[in-house]
Each structure stands twice: as structure tokens, then as C-alpha cells.
């Protein structure tokens, strides 16, 4: 989990940058619910030259009538310069559901 009042230069950065965002819609038996994934790479963690870089995402799960089920920022630390693809985000907010 990264909340915005544990990780405030990771949240400064995220204000205003562009984040890569797609959606999926599944199927729950009556309504459809929407998971929109919002993501971004290599951002510092910490305020510092020696900060780890990390990949940070995000899933909120609606209603098509807009109504919000679920949101939670998620944290996936990765060292190296490796992209977080569409796939990986999903399945990181799996597991972090």
C-alpha cells in the first residue's frame, strides 16, 4: 500500500504528471463493473539523490453509472528499469486486493 500521507513526495510528483490509465470492463451476473488501472513508472520514492524508484498504480472499480465500488492506490517496488505493462498492473491490484 502507498497512502498519500506515508509517501508525500511520491504523491507531489503524481500531481499534475501524466499517468498511463486503461479500463476493463467485467461482467458481475446483472451489472458490468468497470476496473480503471492509472499508472506510472520510475518515480522516487523519497525526497533524495539515492531514492528508490518505484512503479506505482492505482485501480478503482465502478458502475456503469459511475457510482465508486473500490479505489486504492498500489505500490510494486522494482529496482531496475523494467516498465510495468498493462498486464503486470492487474495483476499486482489483484493481489493487493
Not at 499517468?19 to 520514492?45: A, C, M
Not at 478503482?60 to 465500488?69: F, K, L, M, Q, V
Amino acid at each position: 500500500m502507498c497512502r498519500s500521507k506515508s509517501h508525500k513526495t511520491l504523491y507531489e510528483w503524481l500531481e499534475g504528471m501524466p499517468l498511463d490509465t486503461f479500463s476493463v470492463k467485467h461482467w458481475k451476473g446483472k451489472v458490468y463493473e468497470i476496473y480503471t488501472y492509472r499508472y506510472v513508472n520510475q518515480i522516487p520514492l523519497r525526497n533524495s539523490e539515492d531514492a528508490l524508484l518505484v512503479n506505482w498504480c492505482e485501480l478503482a472499480i465502478t458502475r456503469s453509472d459511475g457510482t465508486i465500488i473500490y479505489k486504492i492506490p498500489l505500490r510494486q517496488i522494482i529496482e531496475s528499469q523494467i516498465l510495468m505493462l498493462r498486464r503486470l498492473c492487474q495483476m499486482v491490484a489483484a493481489d493487493g486486493k
